[in-house]
């Protein structure tokens, strides 16, 4: 009884990896790299694009590999430019992506995980089920896709990728790593690693894997409470990865680095915006050289907390830079089309073609 063969991803392979697979069927090895570069640097769609590779070594991979490619399912565009993308992957699942347009800058906010496992009160994507982990070339597919987006919209292609989607990246750890080092690579996106930044909640071991690891990426902490006892409230991940371990962990990161950190911090009205928040925040930004961006609350169904008023939030601006702190306000973008931060959440009917 004849077996179907299952086909390969042909992107999980290295390119040592896709190199020994040429050999051992008898083909020559340098056409290997012309192959790793058709799937990373041009990212083709198919083996029917690569046309400088022959038509029978073309049906030979169409035989033994498969790319399983993103494609955009819906997307939407809001009155301020963004652009909100709800991908589809190979297996019917869907993640969304968004194209945040600025001045001077065009950033790319990119999934990492279908759904998350983190459940922080305040982020659409944390009252989702966590499916799976992306894999490296599914990250990879969003920036590729958001890059053509925003040349069709813009004329201008991406500057910058934020890995603040829907997901915890450092609990995908190894598919993080490596869509950066594809990102970044020549033979890849070839982008600076230093307008990529990687956002997470707080893991802490994962913090200094990241430094032992010589990962040239930005980290972002997601912070958004300065004590314990109110970050314990909202982000359960906290009760594991206190203030404590993450001081430790952030200076470790910085003393193998060199490098400074942000801190993501959304001011909630009546919850973490009173001046001895700010004295909290203040005393935590002591830890190491960071900047501090303050961002604008956007509400979910699923959660009753509300965006600080503008006379308080001004105050809480003051009370850090009038310290020395390095701070910034984030204003929502998207905010009509549920694309600004803490609003992405897949629904089912979107599964519908």
Avoid at 76 to 98: C, H, M, P, W, Y
Wanted: with cysteine.
């Amino acid at each position: 009884m004849e077996t179907t063969q299952i086909k390969k991803d042909i992107r999980k392979l290295s390119l040592d990896e896709l190199k020994a697979w040429f050999v051992e069927n008898g083909e020559k090895p340098f056409r290997a790299k012309q192959v790793y570069e058709w799937l990373w640097k041009h990212a083709a769609q198919g083996f029917s694009e690569m046309n400088n590779v022959s038509l029978p070594l073309r049906e030979k991979l169409d035989q033994h590999f498969v790319i399983n490619r993103v494609t955009v399912a819906t997307q939407q565009i809001s009155k301020d430019g963004t652009i909100k993308s709800a991908f589809r992957l190979f297996d019917g699942n869907l993640v969304e992506g968004v194209l945040i347009p600025h001045e001077d800058r065009m950033t790319a906010c990119v999934s990492s995980q279908v759904g998350c496992s983190l459940t922080c009160k305040f982020c659409a994507t944390g009252y989702m089920e966590r499916k799976r982990n992306l894999d490296a070339a599914e990250i990879y597919d969003q920036v590729v896709l958001i890059n053509e987006q925003c040349l069709q919209q813009y004329g201008l292609p991406l500057t910058n990728i934020v890995y603040m989607g829907m997901g915890e990246p450092l609990l995908n750890y190894a598919n993080v790593v490596k869509s950066v080092e594809r990102i970044t690579a020549p033979d890849g996106l070839n982008m600076a690693a230093r307008r990529i930044t990687i956002s997470t909640a707080g893991i802490a071991k994962m913090i200094k894997k990241l430094a032992d690891d010589g990962v040239k990426a930005n980290l972002a902490l997601s912070l958004h409470a300065a004590n314990d006892v109110k970050r314990n409230e909202i982000m359960p991940i906290n009760e594991t990865n206190s203030h404590a371990t993450l001081s430790e962990a952030l200076k470790y990161y910085h003393e193998q680095t060199g490098r400074k950190v942000t801190y993501e911090y959304i001011v909630f009205e009546n919850f973490n915006d009173s001046l001895q928040d700010a004295e909290e925040l203040l005393r935590f930004t002591h830890l190491i050289p960071c900047k501090v961006n303050l961002i604008e609350y956007n509400p979910i169904a699923a959660a009753l907390f509300r965006n600080t008023d503008d006379d308080r939030l001004s105050k809480f601006v003051y009370y850090l830079a009038d310290r020395g702190v390095q701070v910034n306000v984030r204003r929502s973008r998207g905010k009509d089309i549920d694309a600004a931060c803490g609003q992405l959440a897949t629904k089912e009917k979107e599964l519908v073609m």
